[in-house]
């Protein structure tokens, strides 16, 4: 099992940035699929964007292409999603996620391994 800690979440107006980190620790050899969700209060989890294990194919949800990437540093088992153009909708508490094989996927059910999560607000 891979342990997952997400950090870089915090308060920010609308239009702004912010980077996202997500370290992984304990069963991190092999190749694993990573991914961002977040979950907004009252709402279910939603797909933000993952990515394979060689970095080479990335996916994003509609809401977010354009704004957001995804990337990872493999050498230092970190996951991160940096967030531009912020929007008031982005509010929500954003969660890391890791599959026990390199591909990349879109649903929670996907992922085996989960962080706490990281609460992200942007003020209008």
């Known amino acids: 099992q891979v342990q997952l800690v997400e950090s870089g979440g915090g308060l920010v107006q609308a239009g702004g940035s912010l980077r996202l980190s997500c370290a992984a620790s304990?069963?991190?050899?092999?190749?694993?699929?990573m991914g961002w969700f977040r979950q907004a209060p009252g709402k279910e989890r939603e797909f933000v964007a993952a990515?394979?294990?060689?970095?080479?194919?990335?996916a994003y949800a509609d809401s977010v292409k354009g704004r957001f990437t995804i990337s990872r540093d493999n050498a230092k088992n970190t996951l991160y999603l940096h967030m531009n153009s912020l929007k008031p909708e982005d509010t929500a508490v954003y969660y890391c996620?890791?599959?026990?094989?390199?591909?990349?996927?879109?649903?929670?059910?996907?992922?085996?391994?989960w962080g706490p999560g990281t609460p992200v607000t942007v003020s209008s």
């Open positions: 990515i394979t294990w060689t970095g080479q194919t990335r």
């Open positions: 304990g069963r991190t050899r092999g190749t694993y699929g």
């Open positions: 996620a890791a599959k026990p094989d390199g591909r990349a996927g879109t649903r929670p059910a996907d992922f085996g391994s």
